[in-house]
């Protein structure tokens, strides 16, 4: 039976990004982690936020809408081999993604050090599974090069 591991991060959608920001680093004591610096351009358009020993994280980023009201996605971490066991069950479950796509192999993204997989419960709630066994993964999955 697969498990998932410890929670990675949770996706918070704001409406002021540089205002979240100077709210959670003054209230919450979480810094921008620099090793997601790269996330910040392109389609994430996100600022992962830790406290001190890395232990929360938060990944802020900007709701187009303008409204801020819709969920973000919890995030878990699994192994690299877990990672794979999971798009499998997620695909004979008939699991979707947020467009209604069916999770296969292809549905994986390449963060450049981690790999994530977005799904939705039959309720529409988002989730992902992360692994931070990137190389291996990139080269199970002989994933692009296509960098998100």
């Not at 187009?64 to 069950?89: C, M, P, R, T, Y």
């Not at 209604?100 to 450049?112: F, K, L, M």
Request: hydrophobic content about 40%.
């Amino acid at each position: 039976m697969l498990t998932l591991g410890k929670i990675d991060h949770i996706h918070i959608r704001v409406t002021d990004v540089p205002k979240a920001l100077k709210w959670y680093q003054r209230v919450l004591a979480m810094a921008p982690d620099p090793r997601y610096k790269h996330m910040r351009e392109g389609p994430h358009g996100a600022v992962m936020l830790a406290n001190a020993n890395g232990a929360v994280r938060l990944a802020v980023s900007e709701d187009k809408s303008g409204e801020a009201n819709h969920q973000g996605d919890i995030a878990f971490v699994v192994s690299g081999q877990d990672f794979l066991e999971w798009i499998d069950q997620l695909a004979g479950e008939r699991v979707t993604n947020r467009d209604g796509q069916t999770i296969a192999r292809d549905s994986v993204r390449d963060h450049r050090f981690f790999c994530s997989l977005s799904f939705v419960d039959p309720f529409g709630n988002p989730f992902e599974i992360v692994s931070y066994d990137h190389t291996w993964l990139v080269g199970k999955l002989k994933l692009n090069e296509q960098l998100e």
